[in-house]
């Protein structure tokens, strides 16, 4: 799959997860994708003071951290109309990948789902659709995140009814001709 040529180094990025090994490795996939704002923090507490601190243009976070864990974290993110960053982008980047997990993410408002071990090329993929394929906020009363659906839906022609009204027989347009 060939992936767009973005230059992502003047994005600022807040990164959420409890593993300093993980963090090392988050942070050393994004410097090699030219990303220089880059900030880390271990939990979820953190991760709120430094979205009230400074301006971030993504939230990547895993689903793993204490004492508030990722899906209570995206819960506030979203449903929280006093939240700092309703509206940021989230990768959600976690080793819980079951589909149950997927749909609980998509459901609370993640904009992406990449599970662990996962590779530089697919955390950079999660970012170019992010960007080339901006979704609109949908606002409901059990919801609040980006819109879930991922491509228009076109009902195909051959399914579409015609109107009574404008079918016209062959014996009308020969009357209308001759008319």
Same mark, same amino acid.
């Given at each position: 799959?060939?992936?767009? =040529?973005?230059?992502? +180094?003047?994005? =600022?990025?807040? $990164?959420?997860?409890?593993?300093?090994?993980?963090? /090392?490795?988050?942070?050393?996939?994004?410097?090699?994708?030219?990303?220089?704002?880059?900030? /880390?923090?271990?939990?979820?507490?953190?991760?709120?003071?430094?979205?009230?601190?400074?301006?971030?243009?993504?939230?990547?976070?895993?689903?793993?951290?204490?004492?508030?864990? &990722?899906?209570?974290?995206?819960? /506030?993110?979203? =449903?929280?109309?006093?939240?700092?960053?309703?509206?940021?982008?989230?990768?959600?980047?976690?080793?819980?990948?079951? /589909?149950?997990?997927?749909?609980? $993410?998509?459901?609370?408002?993640?904009? +992406? *789902?990449?599970?662990?071990?996962? %590779?530089?090329? &697919?955390?950079?993929?999660?970012? $170019?659709?992010?960007?080339?394929?901006?979704?609109?906020?949908?606002?409901?009363? %059990?919801? *609040? &995140?980006?819109?879930?659906?991922?491509?228009?839906? %076109?009902?195909?022609?051959?399914?579409?009814?015609?109107?009574?009204?404008?079918?016209?027989? +062959?014996?009308?347009?020969?009357?209308?001709?001759?008319?």
């Amino acid at each position: 799959m060939d992936l767009p =040529s973005f230059n992502i +180094e003047h994005l =600022s990025f807040l $990164c959420v997860e409890s593993n300093q090994f993980d963090r /090392q490795i988050l942070r050393s996939i994004l410097n090699a994708l030219n990303v220089r704002n880059i900030r /880390q923090v271990p939990d979820v507490v953190s991760a709120t003071r430094m979205l009230r601190a400074y301006p971030f243009d993504m939230l990547i976070t895993d689903l793993d951290t204490e004492p508030v864990d &990722g899906t209570e974290f995206l819960r /506030q993110l979203r =449903s929280d109309i006093n939240s700092p960053k309703r509206y940021l982008p989230v990768i959600v980047l976690t080793s819980r990948s079951t /589909q149950r997990d997927v749909e609980l $993410c998509r459901d609370l408002g993640a904009h +992406e *789902f990449l599970a662990k071990p996962y %590779s530089p090329n &697919g955390l950079y993929s999660k970012i $170019c659709s992010i960007i080339t394929e901006a979704r609109d906020f949908v606002e409901m009363d %059990s919801y *609040f &995140g980006p819109d879930r659906r991922r491509q228009a839906m %076109s009902v195909p022609q051959e399914r579409r009814v015609k109107s009574p009204s404008t079918i016209v027989t +062959e014996e009308e347009i020969k009357v209308l001709l001759a008319g």
